[in-house]
């Protein structure tokens, strides 16, 4: 039998916290990997409340490939969460040599140290981004993939096809998995988002607002092709998704294939109106917004087709958009 010792990079972030948690409840023991460039070793001690368990934690940078390496042989690891990357759209514009350099030869070093330790399983954060404005919707995971918008997305591209020519060899078996629009926090505050700066997502940016930190949320847009005119997204909670995680690493374990892709999200599609109405009505906040103009780069609308994690995985969303906005108004609450 396979250890149940995963190795989670990006373990202390907004999405690889939460991932741990659930390991965590569900038997698994996570082996943290974090070079804090986007978050708090505070979130250890989070981990620690809610599950009573502290995980083992590496400062290190998966550039480190041979550090990376003794990792994997000392853990006896079976699986790695691989969520270790820039994630911010514009910065990457600015940088992108950055983004490349941190996302696709990040993986590279994972993969080499991973093919040297002989540990064969990798579950991958991808994104809905690669689907662009897709022409049907919702996107299955055979919709065309589109030209990316920025550095950012072409980092999630181009790794997708990096692992789907490694897994080729026989090498590796890997689980993508793109996740629509994550958002939310775990229910005990103890762990959530910590955006750098000014949010750009939409959620963030809600809480900021009601808490006095931002004067106003703009919304960019109310004249797109949709029934209020506002941007339509399918906005997955974060425990949901790392929920999807413990169900790929007990997947990876049993299928016979090389690589495989899912959607991750609730297969329904929610407007930035109807999430400020949902925030409002839901935390009895009022809200300060007006109407801007549309975002450069913003799609349409897009939710997922989510049949087949559904079917293989046997995973689906259980919590909504009202979830979304109760948790992470707590978790914004408790950060003032
Ligand atoms: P995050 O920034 O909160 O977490 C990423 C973590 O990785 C951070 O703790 C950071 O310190 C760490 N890290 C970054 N580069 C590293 C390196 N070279 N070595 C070691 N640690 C490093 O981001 P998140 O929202 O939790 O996203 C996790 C993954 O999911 C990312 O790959 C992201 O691109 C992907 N993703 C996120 C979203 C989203 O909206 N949050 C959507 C789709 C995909
Ligand atoms: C972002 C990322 C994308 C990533 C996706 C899923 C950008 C440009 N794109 O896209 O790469 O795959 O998250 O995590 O960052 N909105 C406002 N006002 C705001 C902020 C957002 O009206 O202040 C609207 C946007 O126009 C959009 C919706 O809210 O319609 C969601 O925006 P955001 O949270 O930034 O996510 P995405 O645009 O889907």
Redo the contacts with the bound molecule.
């Keep these: 039998m396979s250890s149940k010792n995963i190795l989670v ?2 373990g ?5 916290s939460h991932t741990v948690v659930e390991l965590i409840n569900a038997g698994y023991f996570p082996i943290i ?7 708090d070793l505070k979130v250890l001690d989070g981990i620690e409340k809610i599950t009573g368990k502290k995980p083992v934690f590496y400062n ?4 480190q490939t041979d550090d990376l390496e003794k990792i994997l042989n000392v853990n006896n690891i079976s699986s790695v969460i691989h ?5 911010a759209v514009g910065e990457s514009v600015e940088k992108p040599l950055d983004y490349y350099y ?1 996302n696709v030869s ?1 993986i590279i070093s994972l993969l080499k140290a991973m093919q040297n330790s002989n540990v064969k399983n990798i579950i991958f ?3 809905c981004t690669v689907y662009g404005q897709a022409a049907d919707l919702p996107v299955t995971e055979r919709t065309p993939l589109i030209k990316a918008e920025s550095p950012y997305g072409n980092t ?1 591209k181009i790794c997708e096809e990096i692992l789907y020519d490694f897994s080729k060899t026989g090498n590796v078996k890997v689980v993508s998995l793109r ?1 629509f ?2 958002a939310g926090a775990h229910k005990s505050s103890l762990i959530g988002e910590l955006p750098l700066g000014i949010p750009n ?1 939409l959620i963030p940016y809600i809480t900021q607002t009601a808490a006095g930190l931002r004067n106003i949320l703009t919304i960019f847009g109310n004249n797109y092709n949709t029934p209020d005119g506002t941007c339509i997204r399918d906005y997955i909670h974060v425990v949901d998704l790392a929920l999807a995680h413990v169900k790929s690493v007990e997947f990876i374990n049993k299928f016979t294939d090389n690589y495989e892709v899912f959607n991750i999200g609730t297969g329904k599609g929610t407007s930035v109106l109807e999430i400020v109405n949902t925030f409002e009505n839901i935390n009895f906040v009022k809200l300060n917004y007006s109407i801007g103009e549309r975002r450069k780069g913003d799609i349409e609308q897009i939710w997922a087709d989510c049949k087949k994690a559904n079917s293989l995985l046997g995973w689906e969303a259980k919590l909504d958009i009202s979830d979304i906005v109760k948790d992470a108004w707590n978790w914004q609450k408790q950060l003032d």
Aim: hydrophobic share 35%; aromatic share 12%; net charge neutral.
């Design positions: 990079t990006g202390l972030g907004f999405i690889g990997i974090d070079n804090l460039s986007n978050s290190l940078d998966i550039l969520f270790a990357a820039y994630k941190n990040g954060s991808s994104s999630k996740y629009n994550p997502n």
